[in-house]
């Protein structure tokens, strides 16, 4: 059973810490930004401004700050998506109040010095280039750009070379200090350092995180009318995406949701579409299926790749396949299979530390709490057949679905 200490300092940043007396431990910031939250020349920033948190602060050089860490055998590491940036580091255990007191020096201190932004943009625009040759990655972007057509989740996190070269550092301060707000803040830990001592090293590094109000406003999505395209470009293999917009973070649904999701197209060799597509007929190596869940609303999709003379029979089979879920696949046997795999992936999942400390902070920043392994198999145990049954039916209606297609 996981037992979480909390804490919230005077400026009101949240603390949230789970125990672990491993010689690993894990720490960082869980911001409530991302690319969502940028205005419409800025596209990019947010992931810009976490490749350059690193560059320099007011204390400290590049060097020092890519030593400081490293040079004790932890590191650094940081990602952004479309509603949140992490900043965190791992390292021995005994070094925790080291890697407490720089990252609070980067959130608080991240000066992006002039040389230095201009090298990471350079760096970025590497990634950006290196990225539009992998078909694969490109069109779920790509899709999700068409699925949120003109509002702030459909461009890309990474933001195009020519928007790139117009944001300099002044820009990347002043995202710092709209967004990196002790409000929009949760700091988590899972390491052996005593709770107390986390809390006396964060009051003595997180201080000079000073809040503000909030003046930003997330605008949920509107509809759109489902599309079909194709796009030609140069690969060998065909990339198809098919999906829709599902339901957001705080949704009854969600849960069966994702039970569902893994049924269909999750991890497993066992999972529906890998059978009828790539077990039973070799049409593809890769096919998968995804949830990603918003504040405010979701996608669901499915991906695979495939000879280009294979596109219509996949599509054919996936709908296939679907159609049978939403009609009548439930039973309670089928059902009770479905938890038990969930619920034995969740354990195994519990095992990967880092991934585990990681979602202690998005689920603090979301939801104020994290649920113990004993309340998450209670709340699967508890998904009823009237629910798989609902959702499928609201959402296994490829008639009313929007795809994208690379091909030739």
Request: net charge negative; proline share 3%; hydrophobic share 35%.
């Amino acid at each position: 059973m996981n037992i979480f200490q909390t804490h919230i300092l005077p400026n009101g940043l949240r603390l949230v810490h789970c125990p672990h007396s491993g010689g690993v431990s894990y720490c960082g910031f869980i911001v409530n930004a991302g690319s969502r939250d940028e205005e419409c020349e800025e596209h990019g920033l947010a992931h810009l401004v976490e490749h350059t948190i690193f560059k320099g602060t007011t204390h400290r050089r590049a060097y020092h700050i890519r030593n400081r860490m490293e040079s004790v055998g932890g590191e650094l590491n940081a990602f952004t998506s479309k509603e949140e940036t992490v900043i965190y580091s791992i390292y021995p255990s005994q070094y925790q109040e080291r890697a407490m007191e720089l990252l609070g020096d980067l959130v608080a201190h991240a000066s992006f010095p002039d040389a230095e932004f201009d090298k990471e943009r350079g760096v970025v625009i590497e990634e950006i280039e290196m990225y539009r040759d992998t078909p694969s990655e490109l069109i779920y972007d790509e899709f999700e750009n068409r699925l949120f057509a003109n509002h702030s989740l459909g461009h890309n996190i990474l933001g195009t070379p020519e928007g790139l070269e117009l944001i300099g550092p002044e820009r990347a301060r002043k995202f710092l200090a709209k967004h990196y707000l002790p409000r929009h803040m949760v700091f988590f830990s899972l390491g052996s350092m005593p709770f107390d001592k986390v809390v006396r090293c964060a009051e003595r590094y997180f201080q000079a995180l000073i809040d503000a109000p909030d003046v930003r406003h997330r605008v949920a999505p509107i509809a759109i009318e489902p599309f079909a395209e194709r796009v030609s470009c140069d690969t060998h293999q065909a990339h198809v995406v098919w999906g829709c917009r599902t339901y957001d973070l705080y949704d009854s649904r969600r849960l069966p949701m994702l039970l569902l999701n893994n049924i269909l197209g999750g991890p497993c060799l066992n999972s529906l579409l890998n059978v009828a597509l790539r077990e039973q007929r070799g049409y593809v190596y890769t096919v998968e299926s995804a949830v990603t869940n918003y504040t405010d609303t979701g996608i669901f999709s499915i991906y695979f790749g495939t000879d280009e003379r294979h596109i219509d029979k996949c599509m054919h089979r996936v709908k296939h396949v679907l159609d049978e879920v939403r009609n009548n696949y439930f039973t309670e046997a089928r059902l009770c299979a479905a938890k038990k795999q969930y619920l034995g992936q969740l354990q195994v999942a519990e095992d990967n530390n880092e991934g585990l400390a990681l979602a202690i902070g998005k689920s603090f920043m979301r939801y104020g709490n994290m649920l113990s392994s004993d309340e998450q198999r209670r709340r699967i145990e508890a998904i009823t057949l009237d629910d798989m049954r609902m959702v499928a039916r609201e959402m296994l209606d490829a008639d009313t679905w929007s795809s994208l297609i690379f091909c030739s």
